[in-house]
């Protein structure tokens, strides 16, 4: 797989710590809603480094976009959030990963639960299901610390409402007074309630955390669901 | 050559030993996690493992016939196709030179199997002569479920994805069948020190 120049098009602030990068890409081969690529480096004196991040945009969109988390002490991560400008240029190389993936001929109904940035990927998958005939449904469990702290915030909104997706949003830190979404940690009873029941075969993404990916599935499959419906990706704070 | 990334310093962190870091890799302290599904919890008592395929019996161990083999310390590197590697781990487990002693085949392959249906592919030869074992500690304890426990796979010098999790099984083949990961685009064989993480590399 050969590395290819990305041109920095936009950059877009989602939360106080992740941005999109929304680059050019005249050689990309094209990607599934789920894959990843990878981001190389290169200092002046020629250190280099790699790193594997989701792509946040559907394949039927022209632009690839990539939403970065700034994690601590994250070597690239730090550059992508902090230092990148619009019009630099990028080494990529993808799209990688062949398993973590939804197409349309995979239907659904389609159950997506996503924990912190943890929803990149699944992003990309609910666009691509809105942008097909959505013939099955589609439902997105999305945890985050706080209400600042969920990215897409408005698209979301907008994807329940033209296209009906059914988006539920978990607040686990804080919470709005006002807040009519859902308060605390995923855990069983949420799931036993926003989870379809097992006989109906949802095909469940989850992608976060460690900790969160593995309870999340652990607990669905004591639920009943047929652990080879349900397809993990986790973000540890490595980056990977 | 690649470009410059303007503005890029990178944060060197001092490397004891850079030769033992592949290329494209950087170092990490903590343990990350990565599987395609649901962790399984196989009951011990329901577990065993078995060698079957291209040979002339098959032969199985319970658990508690496992553990009875002979087995060694291993303190080795690793090294994940995601790009981290960790130096000094330290495992407990059965060679597979043990497990292979008095297995007569013609095989020149190997498709090892897991619990939740994973599978990879090696050659013979990648995991005899002392380079790959079923560990069954980490670090002294019982390998943990989200690590592979109760047993995985232990193939250092290969990134970690042929270390099978959970893993159950060989079947001993004579040609050359891709694995889950090999069939969705990664490197057949996989050498860290020759970067082979995807297809074509």
């Known amino acids: ?240 | 050559m690649s470009p410059i990334s303007r503005g890029f310093m990178g944060r060197r962190r001092p490397v004891a030993d850079p030769s033992r870091v592949p290329p494209g890799q950087y170092l990490t302290d903590d343990f990350p996690v990565l599987s395609a599904g649901p962790t399984p919890h196989t009951p011990l008592d329901q577990w065993s493992f078995t060698i079957q395929g291209a040979v002339s019996e098959p032969v199985s161990w319970p658990w508690e016939e496992f553990l009875a083999l002979p087995s060694e310390t291993i303190d080795t590197d690793i090294h994940c196709v995601t790009k981290w590697s960790k130096l000094d781990t330290s495992w407990r487990g059965v060679s597979l030179d043990t497990l292979l002693e008095h297995i007569e085949t013609e095989a020149d392959y190997l498709t090892v199997w897991s619990d939740g249906d994973y599978t990879t592919n090696l050659a013979l030869e990648d995991v005899t002569d002392g380079r790959a074992w079923v560990a069954y500690e980490y670090d002294g304890q019982s390998l943990d479920p989200e690590h592979g426990g109760p047993a995985r796979l232990l193939v250092p010098h290969l990134y970690f994805w042929k270390s099978a999790k959970w893993v159950r099984g060989l079947v001993l083949t004579p040609d050359d069948q891709p694995g889950f990961w090999e069939g969705y685009g990664y490197h057949n064989h996989g050498d860290p020190w020759l970067e082979q993480r995807y297809q074509g590399d």
């Open chain 1, 1 to 240: 797989m050969i590395w290819q120049l990305a041109r920095v098009r936009e950059l877009v602030d989602e939360t106080p710590r992740c941005k999109s990068l929304v680059l050019e890409t005249p050689e990309w081969p094209g990607h599934r809603a789920g894959q990843h690529v990878d981001v190389r480096l290169t200092a002046e004196d020629g250190y280099r480094t790699e790193r594997s991040y989701s792509i946040a945009s559907a394949p039927e969109e022209r632009e690839l976009v990539l939403t970065i988390e700034r994690l601590k002490d994250g070597e690239v991560s730090t550059y992508l959030v902090d230092e990148l400008r619009v019009a630099d240029e990028l080494e990529l190389r993808g799209p990688v990963g062949g398993y973590f993936v939804w197409e349309q001929k995979l239907g659904g109904p389609l159950l997506l639960i996503a924990g912190g940035s943890g929803v990149v990927p699944l992003r990309a998958m609910l666009r691509h299901w809105a942008a097909g005939e959505r013939s099955v449904p589609a439902r997105m469990l999305y945890s985050s610390r706080t209400l600042e702290d969920v990215i897409y915030r408005n698209e979301l909104e907008r994807l329940a409402a033209d296209a009906g997706a059914e988006i539920e949003l978990t607040l686990t830190r804080e919470w709005p007074k006002d807040w009519t979404g859902h308060r605390g940690r995923v855990n069983r009873q949420l799931l036993e309630d926003l989870a379809w029941p097992p006989r109906q075969r949802p095909l469940v993404y989850v992608c976060g955390p460690t900790t969160f990916v593995e309870t999340t599935a652990t607990t669905l499959v004591e639920l009943g669901h047929d652990p080879s419906r349900i397809r993990t990706e986790r973000f540890g704070p490595t980056g990977s």
